[in-house]
């Protein structure tokens, strides 16, 4: 997914080594940055040879800047700040009401790090490919559907935030929409109403893009992730992300170089310290990719980063009509060593952007000033007689210049602001990260029973029983933060071994089944209120002919839950569930330690149509030590959830039964019981799988006897 792949962008940077111009011959110009000069005394020979490197590369590239000039597009050149939201935050949704909950999502941000100006929501991975939804399948599955995807994006528009989605070319092996992806994402997106796409694993999104949104009559901006395959390729792609290699004399967006008015959004999800990519964002006058939510693991701003943010955002946002004039320049000349700045200049006024890319204040003359005009320490919020002033270690700064006349009244309220602002040095702010604390979810024990139910197995009491289990996300390492918390940890962590106690309990010997579940809804009238895909493989109230035995599934963990309270049940723990399908010898499947494949379905993956799940009896081989049976290989089983102040999810259990097979990007299945899966929860509309059923467990009583 949106891992920086080094050897792709080494290959895209020798690549543009082989096709570019002599000019480079002495520049570093490789991937989406040129290194700046190495001493203080080549700057002048280093600008001019960008300028003749700028000048040859808009020639060969045939340079062409009307998307730029679109005014539906103008508000790409201000988007400096966008974080990546998974819809499924809980700042974002409020799983109670079923409501979009904007305003609440914006506030948070505006408090800690001063708003954002475009937002890229993310409804597609981790969790596709748990059954054969495709990318379009699973936007369409958001709460409110179409109509309530437009009203959300209107609210986002009200606060003056523009929304991107995804598109991921990589996504070939589920659903076929039937069309090609260009076509289906411009089609989407103005259904949505939406400002722009995303092209995520993407060197660029070709002109089809641009084909495809002028004949749906919708225009939107292109932002791909990876570094361009082809530098032409800067003049419709308006926007796109920064992986950059941090130098400590700051690098130059090759991008922004080329085009003033394209906007870079540096992306470092996994930065525990996110000095750099803010100060190399800032020394170019481009924006920063506010990412925290990372599918679901929490990798927060600290404190110091944050009010950073806010402080660099606030400058850009306020001098936005310098940033993209053309006459810029990166690598001005400073009078202190470890200070750069960067010189963006219009007809009656001037603004540096200075770093400082060392650990100590750095105060004294930094720049030589131009000749009349008032000018103010703009990051201060004042005004100056001289250009002598402190940047603070691994700190900004900026300086302004008028050229004729006063501060009109937006300058004022903006010198006010950073005045405001500035009052506290940022090394007064906490730079310590910290892993999110998560919770179990609560499950209410049932009324003990003595003898075991029908339908059910007895599983003895277990003294140290050791519950080992690790994650299968397919991102994250092993970094703090990653997969879930047990009750007995400290912090979220993929990887859980705990020796415990397991009081007996009664499980259900199958999955719950169709015709199981039928009674449920014929005793009940059960019906949730958020129905999207409810029970979306049956027709007119009942399941199909010839699956009253298959395990239920398009449930939704609200909806399990509510069957086994009528049924006098609960879900598992997942160690209860594990123990019931393990027993006490740590064996790798079910049956024993070797693969035994009539034990389980046979594995569907080269298909993008999902088969239906086998009869939960199907395969008896395939019984755990106590008898319980379908307990990997044929569908995912909801067992317990975890919240954290941003995220819920879902540990399901058991693998299943299908996985699209053209991308590693899909959600990973196991069928061994070392591993569990982590399916992230927004709504039942979109959280309802055709992979996913459950199981129930009766807690026994004190001595519980069998049948």
Known sequence: MKLVRLAFVIALSTSAYRSASAAESSLHVGGEIISGPKDPADRETWAKEMKTWRDDARKRTKFDDAQYKRPELEWTQRAFVQPQCMVEDRYFFDVTTGKYTVDRYLDDLNKRYGGIDAVLLWPVYPNIGVDDRNQHDMMRDLPGGIAGVRQMIDDFHKHGVKVLFPVMPWDTGTHDEGKPLAEAAAELMAKFGADGVNGDTMPGLGREFVEAADKAKHSIALEPEWTLKDLDMVQWNTMSWGYWKYENIPVVSKYKWLESRHMVNMSERWARNRTDGLQSAYFNGVGYESWENVWGIWNGFTPRDAEALRRMATVERGMADLLTNADWEPHVETLQKGVYASRFNAKDRTVWLLVNRTDKNIGGEQLTRPKGGKFFDLYHGVPIASGNFEVEAHGYGAILQLKDGEPDEKLTKLLATMQDFTKKPL?????????????????????????????????????????????????????????????????????????????????????????????????????????????????????????????????????????????????????????????????????????????????????????????????????????????????????????????????????????????????????????????????????????????????????????
């Open 427 to 707: 090394a007064e702010f906490s730079n310590e990260w910290k892993a999110l604390p998560q919770k179990i979810v609560e499950i209410e024990k049932t009324k003990p029973a003595k003898e075991t139910p029908e339908g059910m197995i007895l599983i003895p009491a277990a003294t140290k029983y050791q519950f080992k289990v690790s994650g299968i996300e397919i991102e994250g390492k092993d970094e703090p933060g990653v997969d879930v918390q047990y009750p007995w940890e400290d912090i979220p962590r993929r990887h859980h071994d705990y020796q415990m106690d397991v009081p007996a309990f009664f499980i259900d010997k199958h999955p719950v089944t169709n015709e199981e579940f039928k009674k449920f809804l014929d005793a009940t009238k059960y019906h949730p209120e958020d129905d999207h895909n409810f029970l979306k493989d049956w027709k007119d109230g009942t399941f199909p002919a010839g699956s009253a035995r298959k395990p239920v599934t398009f449930v939704s963990l609200e909806d399990a839950r509510a069957y086994a309270k009528w049924a006098g049940k609960r879900l598992p723990h997942e160690w209860e569930w594990q123990y019931a399908a393990q027993g006490m010898d740590d064996r790798a499947y079910p049956w024993g330690n070797g693969y035994v494949a009539d034990a389980v379905p046979t594995f569907i993956e080269k298909s993008r149509t999902m088969p239906p799940a086998d009869d939960v009896d199907a395969h008896p081989a395939g019984a755990s030590p106590f008898g319980v049976m379908d307990m990997t290989g044929n569908i995912w089983q909801w067992t317990d959830e975890f919240q954290d102040e941003h995220t819920r999810a879902a540990i399901v259990r058991g693998g299943g039964h299908y996985r699209p097979n053209t991308s590693k990007w899909y959600f990973p299945t196991t069928p061994t019981l070392d591993k569990h899966g982590k399916y992230l929860l927004m709504a039942p509309s979109k959280d309802r799988s055709g992979a996913i059923g459950f199981r129930c467990v009766i807690d026994a009583a004190a001595k519980p006897e069998k049948k």
